[in-house]
Every structure is written in C-alpha cells, then in structure tokens.
C-alpha cells in the first residue's frame, strides 16, 4: 500500500486487494534479494515499466512458495527429499541437507533400503505362489532382495525358497525334470488371482463398513498391498539400490527373467495405478 501511494495517485481502501509480486533489483545484484520481503513487494506492472530494474525474484518463489509444497506432498514417497526436490528446481540443494541430515530422519542410502521397505510393508500380505506340479506354496520372496542373496551367496536366509526368482523353479520339487517350473503365465495367473483377492476383500468392507468385528480394509492398505506385490515384482527401480560390487550381476540375473516377470507384474501395476488414479481418496495415502 505504501508503494502504491508513492507511486500511484488512486489511495486504496479498506478491503480492497492489492495485487503485488516479489522482485529482486538488478543493480548490485549480489544484495538485491536480500532485503526483506515487504521492501521487495512491487504492484505486478513495474517491473515491466523501470526499465528492468526490478526482476521478478524466481528464487524466492522456487525456494518459498514451490518448494515446501512440493517437499511436503511428496514427503510419504520412497526416493525423494527436500535436497532433491531443490536440485530438480535447479535450486542450491546443499541448504536443504541440514533438514534431511536430522538424526530421526536418517535414510540409510546403501544396500540397507531393503531394511526400510520392509518396514513399509510390514502388515501386507505376501505373494504365496503354488506349484504347478506338486501344489505346494511358499512366500514367494522380492526378486530384488532373492537375486542379490544368490549373487553375494549369502546364505542367512533358510527358507528355500529364497533363491527362487534365480531358478523359477518350485523349492520343493526335485530339480532337473521338468516339474515344477514356474512360467510367465503361471506366475501372471497367480498374482492377479490374488490382487483381485485384496480388491474384494477391499469391496466386502466398503459394503459392511458398520461391522466393528472386522477391521476395515481401507483403500489405503488396499494400495499398499498392491504396491508391495509391485515392489516383490519390481526388475527395474530395485537396481537403483543394489550395491555397486555386485550391481553388474544382479543386473545380468534381472535381466534374464525379467520376460517371465513383466506379465505379472504389469498385471498388479495396473491394478494398483487404476485404484490409485480412480478410485482411492488421496488423503487416505497420506496418513501412511
Ligand atoms: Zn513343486
């Protein structure tokens, strides 16, 4: 208002609206954003009049306006920070490391992202996969995490089947016949047989959402489910994660099953997107 009275002879009133933009001057332009905000409050014409003493300051509409928005919508989402964030908007991302860096906020960025997703999917159901030959079934295990472990040889883990995205081959029938091989359609078949398990488990709640017995299966568990089979399909952002020593193998094993993977797993990512774009309620994925 004080700006305007200075240069414009109309006075404004009470509750009238005073359009304005954050402006930068050009000259020293070393100090010019940083002054205070109001000094820097210019009506929208100007600098379009003074001959281009006053810039729009981007930086301050990136760094205030944009980017706490933008770090606070995708604060649930695996990958991303405020650093990031600020290097995607062509912003000095080294400001923003202080915040990300606190203790409780710690992202481990090494091979120990396999740790936080578990954490994530913790209440989900696994994918039981059946053998086509002798029907038994087994939690079928992250093709990432199943591949890595064959590749480093570790041997922590006891289940058998732990090792099975590195022969398709069920744990329990004997190997070398050709019993118990698991194809892409097979695999496809199961999968969507149960995404579509969690789909109606999801639709009986809808339906009887009086009932206090059952806990209610909201739409947000029923994308998390269907995210984490996704994420046990996943050949290609799992990479990103994988340690360097071993990356070039792990690549090479994906890279060999991904045709037998890519029919289920496009399956339940397509089920998963068109409940997360048509019919999910957007708030209940924030409450994660
Ligand atoms: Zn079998």
Not at 57 to 78: C, E, F, K, M, W
Not at 143 to 148: L, T
Request: glycine letters at 4%; hydrophobic letters at 30%.
């Amino acid at each position: 208002m004080r700006l305007k009275q200075s240069s414009y002879s109309s006075g404004c009133s009470v509750g009238d609206t005073v359009p304005y933009i954050i402006c930068r001057e050009q000259v020293g332009a070393e100090c010019g954003s940083s002054t205070g905000i109001a000094p820097r409050a210019r009506h929208p014409d100007e600098p379009k009049q003074n001959d281009g003493k006053w810039l729009i300051d981007i930086d301050y509409y990136l760094s205030q306006r944009i980017h706490p928005v933008l770090s606070r919508l995708r604060a649930s989402i695996q990958g991303t920070s405020p650093e990031r964030l600020a290097d995607c908007l062509g912003h000095d991302s080294s400001k923003f490391q202080v915040k990300s860096n606190e203790p409780a906020n710690n992202i481990p960025s090494g091979p120990l992202f396999s740790m936080e997703d578990e954490e994530r999917y913790r209440d989900c159901r696994p994918l039981i996969l059946s053998c086509p030959s002798c029907s038994a079934s087994f939690n079928c295990p992250a093709i990432c995490n199943s591949i890595c472990e064959s590749v480093s040889r570790k041997s922590n883990n006891d289940e058998k089947s732990s090792s099975f995205w590195c022969s398709l081959h069920c744990p329990e029938c004997p190997k070398g016949e050709n019993m118990g091989t698991f194809t892409s359609a097979i695999l496809a078949n199961q999968v969507k047989r149960q995404a579509d398990g969690f789909m109606s488990q999801y639709y009986k709640c809808v339906m009887m959402c009086d009932d206090e017995i059952l806990r209610k299966y909201s739409e947000a568990d029923l994308y998390k489910q269907l995210s984490y089979f996704c994420h046990i399909l996943d050949t290609e952002r799992c990479l990103d994660k994988v340690d360097s020593r071993i990356k070039v193998q792990v690549d090479r094993e994906i890279t060999r099953i991904r045709h037998v993977v890519e029919s289920a797993a496009s399956i339940v990512r397509n089920i998963r997107d068109r409940c997360g774009h048509g019919w999910v309620q957007m708030r209940d994925l924030f409450v994660l």
